[in-house]
């Protein structure tokens, strides 16, 4: 195993990682002699499908947008975003095939990447792995479930609100992942405009759900904030 103050931060790391959580020490050490670090800088948008074909990725830090593009129009769908403890590509670990998503850093994204093959190998030889694998992928299909039911039945307002709601730490009430986006990048999560998002913001603001910042939004008002997201039209 790599001996340096790096690696055993990434060891600490990725033993709270969803897919690898349940691995003894001894196992995450012969692991993360497997891993090759990668690091995307900033708005990096990444085109390089061979790359999530031939590779997985586990993510240390930063956050990564996967989204989808009408070449026609050039509008964007997000379908999701990654953190920390995230990994990517699921689909392409399952079934080999390229997968049309694009990949884009809102942060400084740190990943440890092993080839595609040899993650299938470990899963073989970790049944902890796949154990693990299942509820992550549960996890990701009740998120496109609850997009496609949204988009379908409720209004932009209450997307709004339950996207927000969605994501707000339970324990300190803060607002988390999406704080800091910009209007258009929230627009981009619930298949509206950057437009619409922000007349809704600022009528959110105006009813004293929020407070809106230059880079920030705070809860002002979460019971407000959940009777925003119970309405329906």
Wanted: hydrophobic share 40%.
């Amino acid at each position: 195993m790599r001996k340096n103050n790096k690696w055993d931060i990434y060891k600490r790391a990725i033993k709270n990682n969803k897919l690898l959580k349940d691995l003894s020490p001894e196992k995450l050490d012969d692991f993360l002699d497997e891993v090759e670090e990668e690091i995307w800088p900033p708005d990096t948008c990444s085109i390089n499908k061979p790359a999530t074909v031939n590779y997985f990725h586990f993510i240390v830090s930063g956050r990564l947008k996967v989204y989808k593009v009408d070449p026609a129009t050039g509008r964007e769908f997000t379908l999701f975003l990654l953190k920390e403890d995230d990994v990517f590509d699921v689909l392409c670990l399952l079934d080999g095939h390229r997968h049309d998503v694009f990949y884009e850093t809102l942060d400084r994204v740190v990943m440890l990447a092993i080839p595609m093959d040899r993650m299938r190998q470990y899963i073989q030889q970790n049944p902890l792995i796949n154990e693990n694998l299942l509820p992550y992928l549960s996890e990701q299909m009740r998120i496109l479930e609850e997009y496609a039911s949204n988009i379908t039945l409720i209004d932009i307002s209450t997307r709004l609100a339950k996207l927000i709601l969605n994501n707000i730490n339970a324990e300190s009430h803060q607002l988390e992942l999406i704080n800091d986006l910009s209007n258009e990048e929230l627009a981009n999560l619930i298949g509206s405009t950057r437009a619409v998002v922000n007349r809704h913001l600022q009528d959110f603001k105006t009813e004293g759900i929020l407070n809106l910042g230059r880079e920030k939004v705070e809860i002002r008002n979460l019971e407000l904030l959940l009777n925003k997201a119970k309405h329906r039209t």
